[in-house]
């Protein structure tokens, strides 16, 4: 007779962790993820990120310091070796850093420009918005951080270029010692200018969506009234080319060193006020169309 046994019925197999047993349910998956809300500090973060991270910001505000040091430096050592007693009578020796500060403004205007506008060019735009659905979190942060960047750098470079000519040009032709307030102008005034030309330019090219356009505007924005004021020779004309004397961003930028192109005009801190609420203007308009326009 045969020993062999049938074998026995096994149980089945236990269900994995992330699979329901027969006749059961899904138990809940919790990620290993941590999820949070995002704030404007993300988003923050995320432009620092990139800002320091792309080679155009070093080349653009390393060129802008070359230049204001370097075209400052010229400047000074010229009136110094060819002033005389009284040349420069009861002026402020800080005035000489508006040469370098106005070539330079071109970069901080590059630069504003291609915080936006190189996203659209690339394509990153879409990854960022995808990243941050919120379009008026990623200007706000753009703006934000780009500000503060323009801000420190021209602030470092306008204050070494006001301790250098201070000390250069001390006592040479009856110029006088500067005051507090003409450091307060020559160093934090055009600091805040320059940096919210930059936030000007970088809403501009949030409109145009492309960098050599936006580039051209600004550019032309900043030369074009003085050259054609200057062209102006009519009579018939001279109230618009003393307003465009007046209102040019380099008269309003002599106005941080009480030495303005026009003999009218804005003066002391009212260049500031003017370059604030184009900015302010600017940032509605480029919400507006952020909020509207595809990416």
């Excluded at 045969?2 to 027969?22: C, E, I, K, L």
């Excluded at 404007?40 to 040091?69: C, D, N, P, Q, Y």
């Excluded at 201070?166 to 934090?188: C, E, F, Q």
């Excluded at 050599?212 to 004021?229: E, K, N, S």
């Amino acid at each position: 007779m045969s020993t062999h046994q049938p074998p026995m019925p096994q149980a089945p197999a236990a269900a994995p962790d992330w699979q329901a047993a027969p006749g059961g349910s899904y138990p809940a998956y919790t990620s290993p993820i941590p999820v949070v809300r995002t704030h404007l500090g993300h988003a923050l973060a995320s432009e620092w990120t990139k800002i320091k991270s792309v080679r155009s910001t070093m080349w653009t505000l390393g060129v802008f310091v070359v230049l204001v040091l370097a075209i400052g430096l010229l400047a000074g050592s010229v009136v110094k070796s060819n002033s005389s007693p009284e040349t420069m009578s009861d002026q402020n020796p800080l005035q000489f850093g508006f040469f370098g500060l106005l070539l330079g403004s071109m970069c901080i205007i590059t630069l504003g420009v291609l915080t936006t506008a190189s996203e659209y060019g690339t394509g990153m735009i879409r990854t960022t918005m995808t990243a941050c659905p919120s379009r008026g979190r990623v200007l706000a942060a753009k703006s934000i951080v780009f500000f503060v960047v323009a801000f420190v750098v021209t602030l470092a470079t306008s204050g070494l270029m006001a301790m250098i000519h201070a000390s250069m040009l001390k006592g040479v032709g009856g110029a006088r010692t500067p005051s507090g307030g003409d450091w307060l102008m020559a160093t934090v005034g055009i600091s805040l200018y320059l940096a919210l030309l930059g936030l000007f330019s970088l809403l501009i090219g949030s409109v145009i969506r492309h960098s050599a356009g936006a580039i051209t505007i600004m550019i032309g924005a900043v030369l074009a009234p003085l050259v054609i004021a200057l062209f102006m020779a009519s009579q018939s004309l001279s109230k618009v080319r003393e307003w465009l004397l007046e209102y040019s961003i380099p008269s309003q930028m002599s106005c941080f060193y009480d030495n303005s192109l026009s003999s009218s005009g804005p003066t002391g801190w009212d260049p500031l006020w003017i370059m604030l609420g184009l900015s302010a203007a600017a940032f509605a308009g480029a919400y507006a169309l952020l909020e509207k326009r595809d990416v």
